[in-house]
């Protein structure tokens, strides 16, 4: 069955700090992924996608995420989180004929001081 | 402004009352999606229309109900408001990846 796992529901981290939101997901066909990050008591905003061509994918606000095939994930990453950064993310995909989005569950960052 | 409008941004009722939250989507996208968001339940997809047309639905109660018109904005309906209804609802539109409206937060005394 087609589905997207974050292995972490809460990161915390300290500030200034690297950090790495995992996420894997399961497809048997190509995939289209995506991370959107939802700020406290706002929508959810898309970070970066990934459709194909370079795995290496940057985003807005210093973020990136590489996709790799061989172990189906999809992980984002910052060199330098700001307090400004603390926020949910959430991991999607789409995986067949019907564009529809398979969700993660989220995970909170928390940027300590 | 992710140019997705909804309406309204705030919204209280009782319990067995029904409302309807409104969603405009971006210029020139034909599809609206709904999604609640609940602290126990997390993200979950509603319902998706494309172009008037129901496309798929997901985890829709049976007293939720949907529909686009012909100039593509979307209404949310639900009915015999419970409790547990009280939630954030978003709708997206799409033409390619999906952007967000701000939410309707719903809360059910």
């Known amino acids: 069955a087609q589905s997207v796992t974050q292995l972490d529901s809460q990161v915390p981290v300290f500030e200034e700090a690297p950090v790495e939101l995992r996420c894997n997901y399961s497809s048997s066909v190509s995939v289209y992924l995506f991370w959107y990050v939802q700020y406290p008591n706002q929508g959810l905003q898309l970070l970066l996608k990934y459709l194909s061509g370079s795995t290496l994918v940057k985003g807005i606000n210093g973020f990136e995420a590489e996709f790799n095939k061989s172990q189906t994930s999809f992980h984002l990453r910052k060199p330098s989180v700001h307090i400004s950064d603390t926020a949910e993310y959430f991991c999607a995909g789409v995986m067949d004929s019907n564009y529809q989005l398979i969700w993660g569950a989220g995970t909170k960052l928390i940027i300590k001081p | 402004d992710s140019g997705v409008t909804q309406t309204p941004k705030h919204l209280i009722t009782a319990t067995g009352q029904r409302v309807t939250l409104r969603c405009s989507p971006r210029s020139g996208d034909l599809s609206v999606y709904w999604y609640q968001q609940s602290l126990d339940q997390g993200l979950q997809f509603l319902i998706h229309y494309y172009n008037g047309e129901e496309r798929a639905k997901g985890n829709i109660l049976e007293r939720f109900s949907a529909q686009q018109f012909p100039d593509l904005h979307s209404e949310l309906n639900l009915s015999s408001l419970e409790l547990g209804d009280s939630a954030l609802y978003f709708c997206?539109?799409?033409?390619?990846?999906?952007?967000f409206g701000q939410g309707t937060r719903l809360t059910v005394v």
């Open positions: 997206a539109s799409s033409g390619g990846e999906q952007v």
